[in-house]
């Protein structure tokens, strides 16, 4: 089981890790303690969360080419349709970042 | 901190008396899709979007009221020192396209957009790109038109390569031509429609890829600088190529492309006159110079001013030298280099599936 404390001194271990623990970390610039507790095991977080937060990890710490693969895989999770203004934008920025214009074209009109 | 330019925010910025009216003339004017609500001293009231004015609207309040009662109150607001990645993390949670930054004293010294936020870095160093080729191969079509001006899509290939280069952060270009070199000049000219600085060396002679870089202003180049053929289409990353380049330690770094070729017969194994075993057409997988690279700005010093020079003269040069490095970078995407009249149609049909 894989740990960690926050600034507040909660802590933190990978089966209550929740999107808002990560969103914290990453606002720390813990990427490399997010990137273990994705990749290692993240019983409470659903598919959807997990590749949201991957998307958000990589952004921050401008690994644009992991960031665009997460945005095609987050991408086959949700409905296009259900997206959001913001979340247009955000995810064809990023795409684009990573030099993927084939999901940035897939983005374009919605 | 990445920020909007002072004039920029500024223009947001909005006193909670206005009326309804003047505040959507005012949010209109501003572009930036939300206006920050300020009192006398700086000091963040609030801000207003088309949502809250909506919502307003629907509440029965008319265009003349004031807005006060009407913009939102208690918005998201980041504090001056928060890093990027802070920022980020709460415009993705809350939605956010903007994000008003104010000071101890809850004055407004900043406003950060997605966009702004999401943007990479400006680089540096400099882009040479290599479009002064005859484009023999591709006539009829380069009779009247040099290679990399032969457009993919809607776009010339030369402009496919500098605007991926200025998505990237890198915004400084030197193109060095040969033939026509007016249709490219006439159509980039100085880079400032493009959002970059363009500037030419024109080979009155063809000196060859490693050659013509020894007509380059080397006081211009203080940095590792990038060389690329201006006839290649890629989605290769160039800020993961300076990374690499970086990590080794090169003195220049070789972009390839792994390259296929399947032979159309049995080849053969013989031993001592005995055959040992027969493969039906195989494919030989071999890497090749994909006509991108990246070479330190100390290599310009060493070339002969005005003598042909091809850069796979220039590499087996510098590899012979027991303390030179050349790296390597290996392109797993996109890679057509734009030889030949199938090849030019490859890229086509690729930029039309990508636009559909």
Redesign the interface.
């Known amino acids: 089981m894989f740990s960690t404390n926050l600034l507040d001194g909660t802590e933190v271990d990978s089966s209550t890790l929740t ?1 808002a623990h990560c ?2 970390l ?4 813990k ?1 490399d303690v997010v990137d273990r507790f994705l990749t290692e095991g993240h019983p409470s977080l659903t598919s959807v969360e997990r590749t949201k937060l991957e998307v ?1 990890c990589f ?4 690994r ?2 992991e960031a665009a693969l997460s945005v095609e895989s987050y991408l086959n999770l949700v409905d296009l349709n259900d997206l ?4 247009v ?2 995810l064809r ?2 795409a ?7 999901l940035v ?1 897939l983005l374009k009109d919605h | 901190m990445m920020s909007f330019a002072l004039k920029a925010w500024q223009s947001a910025l909005i006193d909670e008396t206005v009326s309804l009216s003047k505040a959507i003339q005012h949010l209109d004017e501003s572009a930036l899709q939300i206006l920050i609500v300020c009192d006398a001293s700086g000091a963040v009231k609030g801000t207003l979007t088309d949502g809250d004015i909506r919502r307003g609207l629907i509440q029965g309040h008319a265009l003349n009221d004031p807005i006060t009662g009407i913009f939102n109150s208690s918005p998201t607001l980041a504090r001056a020192g928060w890093s990027n990645a802070r920022m980020l993390a709460v415009m993705e949670e809350r939605q956010l396209l903007q994000l008003p930054v104010v000071d101890d004293s809850n004055t407004i010294v900043d406003l950060v957009t997605l966009q702004g936020l999401l943007s990479r870095p400006k680089q540096s160093n400099k882009v040479v790109l290599m479009a002064g080729g005859l484009g023999t191969r591709l006539r009829p079509l380069t009779e009247h038109c040099p290679k990399p001006m032969l457009k993919i899509g809607k776009e010339p290939i030369l402009e496919l390569i500098i605007k991926s280069f200025i998505d990237s952060g890198y915004d400084q270009f030197f193109i060095t031509t040969h033939y026509m070199p007016q249709v490219i000049q006439d159509y980039f000219g100085d880079g400032s429609d493009f959002g970059a600085k363009i500037s030419y060396v024109h080979e009155a002679e063809p000196l060859g890829t490693a050659g013509a870089l020894s007509l380059l202003p080397k006081d211009q180049f203080d940095e590792p600088f990038f060389l690329m053929n201006g006839d290649i289409l890629t989605d290769i990353d160039p800020v993961s190529l300076m990374a690499t380049h970086e990590r080794l330690e090169a003195e220049v770094t070789v972009c390839l492309r792994e390259h296929e070729t399947q032979i159309p017969f049995g080849v053969v194994s013989v031993n001592d006159e005995y055959l040992s075993s027969i493969e039906e057409k195989p494919i030989h997988r071999v890497s090749v110079s994909a006509g991108i690279y990246l070479l330190d700005n100390a290599l310009l010093g060493l070339l002969p001013e005005g003598e042909y020079l091809d850069m796979p003269d220039l590499i087996a040069q510098r590899s012979t030298e027991g303390k030179q490095k050349v790296g390597t970078y290996h392109i797993n995407g996109t890679w057509i280099d734009i030889g030949r009249i199938d090849d030019f149609q490859k890229a086509q049909a690729l930029i039309s599936n990508l636009n559909n």
């Open positions: 999107p969103r914290a990453i606002s720390d610039e990427f958000l952004a921050a710490s401008s644009w080419r959001s203004t913001f979340d934008v955000y920025k990023i684009s970042n990573g030099q993927r214009f084939d074209n």
